[in-house]
């Protein structure tokens, strides 16, 4: 019986992957990462005229069943355990503080200096409820427990506040880049690393897998892939 369903699920793999992608594909994507997204999207639709495309953003991971989307895109796990993912890419966050801030404020030395600062928290974000982890130097760990005077879900927000020099802000490097390369905001202990991260493509079992989400799923990993150095910071 193992045999005859695998052989099954051999057959419908090989379809979607030569039946040509049509009808709409709704995709959930998290909003720090819409900007890989987007231009993986429109080179879809070029390819493949018999598509439309709903994409749709939010800050948190969603029940992509229950709201029927097809794929979902995020760093976050999503509540549904069943779910196939296939990693696209990894990433590390990046400290990150104003000049104006850091005027006031005596830069930090270690991860244990960080609990006398003011730190701008994401709401989302697994990993201030659990402390921040470091690694040293010399390979060893290190948590810092962190609170600040913002929470905000909005990236221009947060953005706005740090160059204020309100905070310090924990990002991913996507997100500052720009405000790095200008000296608005200067990266802090960058010889301590913070725990590699996940982008993923979320999808029902992949038996299932139309051809229309698989070429999606495909284009997204060869894109990621052609344009790894946007999720690393400057100089890495």
Known sequence: MQILHDLEEADETAGAQQAAPRGQLR???????????APVV???????PEVSVD????????????????????????????????????????????????????????PADLACHNFLRYPY??????????????????????????????????RAAVVAGIGLVMTP????????ASGALMRLLPG???????????????????AKVRAFIDMLATWFVEHEKRLRPSGS
């Not at 690694?135 to 990236?155: E, I, M, T, Y």
């Not at 991260?197 to 029902?204: S, T």
Request: one cysteine or more; aromatic letters at 10%.
């Open 192 to 210: 301590y690393r913070t725990r590699e991260l996940e982008i993923n493509a979320f999808y029902p079992h992949r038996r299932h897998l139309s």
């Open 27 to 37: 995709v959930h994507c998290q909003q720090g990462i819409v900007q890989f997204v």
């Open 55 to 110: 994409l749709r953003t939010s800050h948190a991971m969603i029940d992509m069943v229950e709201e029927g989307f097809d794929l979902a895109i995020s760093p976050f796990l999503p509540p549904d355990a069943t779910l196939v993912s296939r990693r696209l890419a990894t990433y590390s966050l990046i400290l990150c503080g104003a000049p104006a801030y850091l005027e006031r404020h005596p830069a930090p030395q270690s």
């Open 42 to 48: 429109v080179d879809f639709l070029t390819r493949y």
């Open 125 to 158: 974000a697994p990993w201030f409820a659990e402390g921040l982890h470091f690694l040293d130097p010399s390979g060893n760990p290190a948590v810092a427990r962190v609170s600040g005077n913002l929470v905000a879900s909005s990236p221009d927000t947060m």
């Open 173 to 180: 490097p996507f997100l500052v880049a720009d405000l790095l």
